[in-house]
């Protein structure tokens, strides 16, 4: 059973920094690309970022490139995202999916609310 269990949202100024993590389990993690998602209040599923089965190669939405950076460590079954220069729009639950566009499944997520 695929499980992916994220951590590290919360609350922060418009600005700042996060690093969100995803532990992953119940599947081969290290032959699986993988991404972030994210759904603002009252709006769709958005796909962030993805990442290929190496870290090599990495892909971003336009609203969150030059800012975000997806990463993993397949020693560890880990994903990350750094989230740098956070905005109010960014507000949302982010969720850590298995794919390179996050169709195969995903965790429960973590909030990350920007706000002053």
């Known amino acids: 059973e695929v499980q992916l269990v994220e951590s590290g949202g919360g609350l922060v100024q418009p600005g700042g920094s996060l690093r969100l993590s995803c532990a992953a389990s119940?599947?081969?993690?290290?032959?699986?690309?993988m991404s972030w998602v994210r759904q603002a209040p009252g709006k769709g599923l958005e796909w962030v970022s993805g990442i290929g089965i190496a870290g090599r190669l990495t892909m971003y939405a336009d609203s969150v490139k030059g800012r975000f950076t997806i990463s993993r460590d397949n020693a560890k079954n880990a994903l990350y995202l750094q989230m740098n220069s956070l905005k109010p729009e960014d507000t949302a639950v982010y969720y850590c999916a298995k794919g390179f566009r996050g169709d195969s499944g995903r965790g429960q997520g973590t909030q990350v609310t920007v706000s002053s």
């Open positions: 119940g599947f081969t993690f290290t032959i699986s690309p």
